[in-house]
C-alpha cells in the first residue's frame, strides 16, 4: 500500500467504524455518521460564521487554533448570564460540551481545527 499526504484544507478526515478513517469532499456533513476533522483557513468571520450560533447535540466539539487568535463564545445557559468567552491562541484548543451552543470569532486570520461528530448539527442566526 502506498501513502499519499492528505491536504486537509481540502480533504475532512471522516473516522469511520470498525477503526477505519477516510477522506471525503468538503460537505457542511451534516447528515453523515462517524467523527470528521475539518481544517480550514480562517480570513474573516464568514469564514466562522461569526454571526450564527452552531450546536451538535449528539457529541462534543474540539476547536482547535493551530495558527493565529481566535475567541470562542459559548452562549448563555440562562436568563441575565453573559456569553464565556475563551481566547485560543496557536497550539490550543478547547472542548464545547455537548449540546452547548458556541461560536467562533477572529482576532486575527488564523487556521482552524474542529473535531466533532456532525451529524444533526444545527446552526441559529444571532
Known sequence: MTLTPIDLFSSPLRLRPGGRIGTEKRTDGSER??????TFHAKTGADVHAD????????????SCLI??????????GPG????????????AAIVP???????????PSNIMV????????????
Open 33 to 38: 455518521d462517524g467523527w470528521q476533522v475539518r
Open 81 to 92: 448570564q453573559q456569553e464565556e468567552e475563551i481566547r485560543l491562541m496557536a497550539g490550543t
Open 68 to 77: 493565529g487568535k481566535i475567541r470562542l463564545y459559548l452562549r448563555p445557559e
Open 98 to 108: 455537548r449540546g452547548r451552543w458556541h461560536r467562533i470569532e477572529l482576532d486575527t
Open 52 to 63: 450564527h450560533w452552531e450546536v451538535h447535540p449528539d457529541a462534543e466539539e474540539v476547536v
Open 115 to 126: 473535531v466533532t461528530l456532525p451529524c444533526g448539527s444545527r446552526l441559529e442566526k444571532r
